[in-house]
């Protein structure tokens, strides 16, 4: 791929998942860093390369502003929050600025369903602009969503969709044990539940993914969060505190769950793994073993699908219309 | 979906896997038969409702030629033979007509490292007369490249890749176990691999899709055939003789083996599943249990992929560069 000029890319949003895509990208020849912007004070004016800890800049300096800071880019990578009210306007700048735009925005990943107005502006900016605007990941985005649908190409039928996903959140950064509440007491746990600051995002735009491309029928979707309690202490927690969640997300026919998705995120989980199930003809049973490892995974996945956005048809598209990503020698 | 017109099919070929296509699309109202090509003189003129035995005729009945036949269908079908010499000649007059193709063609699934010259003329065609033609199927087209490609999507790098493919001849049709040389003995095994009358199709188009997707710099596509005894009567086969294949495909890059491919195909396997690992970062270990049903999965996979095919761009293109099929009620 190095024959060919590299891939221009501005990096919206560097938090742990944007500089992840910042270390990948160092270490490709097909792409380059042109630009940073982040709302940050304390990054302004330092460079990317800087920011991710690769020891040596790479001409890409941090603007607070789109405005400052397009010089070239094709693409722009947003990472910078989970909610469509808040990405929203990030994009929209960026697409009349005529980039494309990649994010790992949660709720971008399937809009369709719970953003029908924001969906519609911006494939309208989009197509008067000529790019493409993606949401992706791993979750949402790739192997509670994408995977069991592509899973769903062998089958001359499905009856119901079922995902069940255990992350160790012992083993990740801590924001997502912050996220997942772990230490908290339940009362705590609740309280967060209830302002949005704990719990996945995501999950009814998976639920609604699945439930769009099979036509299963799905007329309601709905979410349940639970806390999982530590049944013994580990690590600086105590037994009866919260280890994490137990998060729910259902697609409803009539009241018969047809797509029942189920996420445990906790300190210390045994066996992490991803689990598809299909029921139908054939019966679809995959496991990946170990899981998939979120931040690093998400920061892969996003630059493996640059490429895709690049090649698609103006408008905002998602995962499941997308040749599928795939790592190549860059 | 059944507010569209149905898309309208033509089926060429109705072995097992053409005529299961026969009975999936029976069953949906987005897509109809409207012809049948078969060059047997015993099904010339019948239905292919009657020959699927679905009981009722689908008002498409068999002809010889695929002149008398066209009438009118979108896409056709190819469910004829494994070798492009063969059915090459077969997609020229479908293209020629106008007509998308689908085929379970094993050496159409990636035809382009294999039989370069071929793959050019069938792209020129497929080209000038507006029309996409695809090869695809569960092996080749899916389980053993294509779906390795997809959970590459979340690596930061892969340096080889790994699938082992074990399938029970036991519970498949004849042919099957005909095609693996159950019951032979290993001197009527050789001679039959030596003819290329035994084994799987379209293994090193496998190797291919993967070397090229991955750029991983594969210079040499090897295979090897070797017989599976049977350790312990079985059925009507006895111990000592052969019960299947035990395969490998490989692509190597300056004699290292990045790309391995190994297909165990047998009466009384043993936990039958398909496994895939990627060696890199992270490391990904997929399982599928049970492995994936070859005959009504491959139908199954042609008849999700069509609504694909008619949506690409013209040309030959391959299961990889087009977004992902799924089942869909239809």
């Given at each position: 791929?190095?024959?060919t ?7 919206y949003?560097?938090g ?7 270390r990948?990208v160092?270490?490709?020849s097909?792409?380059?860093?042109v ?23 790479l ?5 607070a502003?789109v ?6 880019a094709q ?14 306007p ?8 005529g ?10 990943s ?8 924001e969906?519609?502006r ?8 000529g790019v ?14 994408l ?5 769903s190409?062998v ?40 302002t ?6 995501g ?7 699945i439930a ?5 029928g ?14 013994r202490?580990?690590?600086p927690?105590r037994?009866?505190q ?13 009241g018969?769950?047809v ?28 496991t990946?073993e ?34 599928p ?6």
């Open positions: 791929m190095s024959h000029q590299p891939i221009r890319l501005l990096h949003g560097l742990p998942i944007g500089l992840g895509v910042v990948q160092a270490d490709r097909d792409m380059v860093s630009a940073g912007v982040d709302i940050r004070p304390e990054v302004a004016g330092k460079d990317v390369g800087e920011l991710a800890g690769l020891g040596r800049d001409g890409a300096s941090v603007t502003t405005g400052e800071a397009v010089g070239g693409v722009a990578v947003v990472c910078t929050g989970s909610h469509l009210s808040d990405v929203e990030q994009i929209m700048e960026l697409v009349q600025a980039l494309n735009v990649i994010s790992t925005c949660e709720e971008l399937y809009p369709f369903w719970h953003h029908p107005e969906s519609r911006i494939d309208d900016a989009a197509k008067r602009s493409t605007v993606l949401g992706t990941g791993v979750n949402p985005g790739f192997v509670m969503d995977l069991p649908l592509i899973a190409g089958c001359l039928r499905v009856d119901s969709v079922y995902v069940r996903r255990v992350v160790d959140a012992g083993t990740r950064r801590g924001p997502l044990q912050a996220k997942v509440g772990a230490g908290m007491s339940v009362e705590e746990f609740r309280a967060g539940v209830q949005g600051k704990l719990g996945h995002k999950f009814v735009e998976s639920v609604a993914m769009d491309a099979l036509d299963l799905v007329d309601t979707i709905s979410e349940n969060i639970q806390p999982k309690l530590l049944d202490s580990f690590g927690w037994a009866g919260v280890a994490g969640i137990d998060q729910t997300a259902t697609g409803l026919r009539q018969e769950a797509v029942s998705l189920r996420l445990l995120m906790y300190v210390n989980a045994d066996d992490p793994r991803d689990r598809i199930v299909l029921r139908g003809v054939p019966e679809v049973r995959w990946l170990g899981g998939t490892p979120g931040d690093q995974a998400t920061a892969a996945i996003t630059v493996n699908t640059i490429r895709r956005v690049l090649a698609a048809p103006p408008g905002l598209t998602s995962m499941k219309d997308l040749p990503a795939h790592w190549a020698r860059g």
